[in-house]
């Protein structure tokens, strides 16, 4: 899903997308400073996919295709500190941010894109923000997930 995918979708959902600062919050636990969504220890190694979906390890092949996405909440190990499944690993996700971007198109800005996809290595589940150009391109790595505030 692109970035004008993942807004609309939060909007659709009577949600929005969260800020860079709202998703890092809640996948360190907060005042925990979590360096993983489930605590401080890290995955065992490169072949355990118990807390997070990453490496191409869900379905069991090495291989990387599609098969490898999963069902929301397929990793209960991985739960964050409010109850939050698949912070680490599955999708990387939008948020809300900006960052000017000055290029051909000087309309366009860049939105973070925090922790991880199904395709990327243990190194990427903590602590892992990238920058993406808003376009309408679209990966099976990008995902959302859409913030509320707490009634």
């Keep these: 899903m692109n970035f004008y995918e993942a807004f609309a979708f939060c909007i659709w ?6 800020t860079p600062e709202e998703w890092d919050y809640a996948a360190t636990g907060g005042d925990e400073h979590r360096a993983y969504p489930w605590g401080q220890t890290p995955v065992p190694d ?3 996919a118990d807390f997070a979906v990453y490496d191409c390890l869900a379905d069991g092949d090495p291989t ?14 991985g739960i964050g500190r ?12 939008w948020n809300f941010g900006w960052e000017p971007y000055y290029g051909p198109d ?31 391109f679209r990966t ?3 995902g959302v997930r859409c913030a509320r505030a707490v009634r």
């Design 13 to 18: 959902d009577e949600a929005r997308l969260p």
């Design 46 to 48: 490169e072949t355990n």
């Design 64 to 77: 990387c295709a599609p098969t490898d996405i999963v069902h929301v909440g397929s990793r209960p190990l």
């Design 82 to 93: 409010w109850g939050q499944l698949d912070l680490a690993g599955s999708m990387a996700e």
């Design 106 to 136: 000087s309309h366009t800005g860049t939105s973070p894109i925090q922790k991880g996809s199904w395709q990327s290595r243990a190194a990427f589940l903590a602590a892992y923000t990238h920058n993406i150009t808003y376009s309408t």
């Design 140 to 142: 099976n790595t990008w």
